[in-house]
């Protein structure tokens, strides 16, 4: 079954360098995302991308955060200067939107540690 | 601001009982529902989506939906230790974003 991928399971940073979280979506899907999820806190969405442009994104997603499909498959969030607030579990997922149906399957994550 | 609000829990049952989880919403616009299953320390995991109200049934799980009221839940039928889960609510305004709750936490006792 065809399932989204990320890497790395687990990233630790120092505050202040850059990092790029990768994403393979599943491959006929149209939309991408990306959460996060601070620990015991609620999942929350960060952006949306379609067609090779953001669609939505949150107050979250300031001028630190950028997101790009460089290729075919990969989709990646890039974070520029970390924060130790930015540390969180970041889930992609992605969507083939159709009428009526509009499911998102999630990622395993990527866990970021801001030292 | 749109809200989706679950009773944190935890909610036990014995195992074979029935569980009900609950979710309301705040904006009246919104077009689909959905309920995710996270396992601690994992990703959201689908277990049903529902857009019209009523019922919709898929195995021991059964989603309701009522619009007029802003109300979503979950039932699962013949819980299963295997069950014990946080079930997160979310909600999709039409803006491919998700609205997710805080998650009810299930616990099922053998």
């Known amino acids: 079954e065809p399932e989204v991928t990320q890497t790395p399971s687990h990233q630790v940073t120092q505050m202040g360098q850059e990092v790029i979280l990768r994403c393979v979506p599943i491959?006929?899907?149209?939309?991408f995302y990306w959460y996060r999820q601070i620990l015991g806190q609620k999942v929350e969405f960060l952006v949306s991308?379609?067609?090779?442009?953001?669609?939505?994104k949150s107050e979250i997603f300031d001028d630190q955060f950028s997101v790009e499909r460089p290729d075919g498959s990969n989709f990646t969030l890039k974070i520029r200067s970390t924060k130790l607030e930015d540390s969180a579990m970041y889930f992609c997922?992605?969507?083939?939107?159709?009428?009526?149906?509009?499911?998102?399957?999630f990622g395993p994550g990527t866990r970021l540690t801001v030292l | 601001q749109k809200e989706v609000e679950q009773n944190s829990g935890p909610l036990s049952v014995p195992e074979g009982a029935i569980a009900s989880l609950n979710c309301t919403y705040s904006?009246?616009?919104?077009?689909?529902f959905f309920w995710y299953r996270q396992y601690s320390g994992k990703s959201p995991e689908l277990i049903m989506s529902?857009?019209?109200?009523g019922d919709k049934e898929d195995g021991r799980f059964t989603a309701q939906l009522n619009k007029a009221s802003q109300y979503v839940s979950l039932l699962i039928r013949d819980s299963q230790p295997s069950d014990s889960a946080t079930y997160l609510c979310?909600?999709?305004?039409?803006?491919?974003?998700?609205?997710f709750g805080g998650g009810t936490r299930l616990m099922v006792k053998p």
């Open positions: 997922a992605s969507s083939e939107p159709q009428a009526g149906t509009d499911t998102q399957y």
């Open positions: 491959s006929n899907h149209l939309y």
């Open positions: 991308f379609y067609n090779n442009e953001i669609s939505e």
């Open positions: 904006d009246r616009v919104s077009q689909s």
């Open positions: 529902i857009y019209s109200n």
């Open positions: 979310a909600v999709d305004n039409a803006g491919n974003m998700l609205t």
